[in-house]
């Protein structure tokens, strides 16, 4: 049960999908939900039968299933509430930054699931996460956090020079705030490039882009 | 407290809004006033995260009307002051805005179109050309830049308070939805260390010296006694725009010279006509692309050459027509024959325009 959170767009729904991809592709039983309940039309949905297709159980509202969700839709879609005690593995994709980390605490066993881990996805490109010290700060707004994926990337302008430097950045404030790297996510050309681990031996993760498929 | 919002030059990877708020930032924009909308929602939230880490201020008032009027009288206390809104959100600015106009107030607003009344759509249109440009009870004394991208959103925001403070007219940078929640990588820098000088605001009253004898007093108007006097004033304003048009028009074109047909369309749709011209050209159509910058004033001279020599234009918009509407009056007069490609609130891709121009073509 792994749940990704962190700043607005630093890939955390890019990332989990790759991840549960990841587990269906040995066989698991996966669970893959939406809980982005600030912008939910426009997150999972219009990939879910694409995903659905590739093994993957996909916990998302219907357009037809609501209405007034263009924006601010509050609406907790109730088999996403009790996503923790499904069969298989759950990888929850939580948006909306600090406040949407918050969306975790509505789910039923969120505070007790021993399997649970939470994971925050970090973006050097993005300012607010650009340096060791604003790392530090922003992971520590965020609530609990098991763990970080260094997910630093310029879009199509991504080098391994620059997941590199993502990844010593990331570690350091990994080391800093006492928690492990789970990954380096990294486009699979890329992936080739640096091999199964980067420079500083966090495993590396290849990932495809799903997300441009979807309405952002 | 940190200096400088941006050391240098950086490249980053960051949503539209966010743009918005490292731009206003870098500008040195020291208060926004603003009220909630999508999709200009996190104009305002990454503003209100990074402003207290550089002095900067914020205030959300009660609704648009409001946050119109205090950042009018932000600028009137000498403050660098903006907002930043979205469909019925600019609506309600209108009325603020015409009063910014009469009294020449450089306010600087960003606005993320979306589509339809406050009920419609929430993300994207370009129907706001119209409001933005000329709305108000007013004569649309003022400047509209259409950006089409991250790095555009950026500069126009730091170029858009320069303007608004040289030339005291309320300068509007119009996006889009699509803009605001799009990521994109651009260069983020601090203007003065690139070499651009960032105007400093002046407060409008309780300048030094007595008035009518060490400088003209501070008169801004809003009220007139009678029509005349109001006409006269009018007078003045024009005079001054109309100096400044071609000072500040903008835009961006190529392979206009021998085209028989020239794409126009602004904004992000001009993204789709650039990658369709290249590709009609490369296929051997002869066209060309033109792109408006500033929608208000309109690169008119430009545009009148164009519209002098070219068989047709074919003006692709998520409107029914409103830039059309615009590009009309400038080319009045012009053989040019105009052909519509409107999609009222929706995208326009370059397959869609490749395939109008080859079904023109024949």
Redesign the interface.
Known sequence: MEAYIGE??SGKSEVAVNRALQLARLGRRVNLVDLDIVEPC?TLRPIKRKLRDLGIDVLAWETRETMGL???GNILRPGNRWALRRPGDVILDIGYGVEGAKTLHLLEGAETDPDLKVLAVI?I????T?SLPDIIAYVRELGRVDGLINNS?????TTVEFVQEGAAVVTAAARELNLPVAATTVLAGLAREIGPQDAVGNPVWPITRYMPET?? | MADKPIEGE??????GN?VVA?AALAAKAEIMYGYPI??QN?IM??WT?MAPKFGREFLQTEDELSAGFTTAGGVLAGRKAFTATAGPGNTLMQEPMSMAEAMRLPVVVVVQQRGGPSTA???YSQQEVTMTTMGGNGEGLRVVYSTATHQELFDYTIKAFNTAWKYRFPTFVLGDG?QA?????LT?YDPEARGVTLLPAEAYLGKPGTPGVDRPPAQYRNTYNVEEELYEVLQGYFKDYEKMAPEIAEFDAFDTEDADLVVISHGVVSRAAKGAVKELRAAGYKVGYFRPITLRPLPVKELRALGGRTKQFLVAESANGQLARLLKEAAYGCPVEMLPMYKPGVGITTEEVVARVKEIAG
Do not use: Q
Request: without cysteine; proline residues 5%; glycine residues 6%.
């Open positions: 607005y767009a426009y263009g924006e601010a973006n490109a993005r300012p607010v650009g990337h310029l879009g199509d302008e309405f952002w | 950086k490249r980053v990877f960051m949503t966010e490292w999508t999709p996190e939230h990454y995260r759509t929430v993300i699509y929640k799009m990521r994109e990588s983020i």
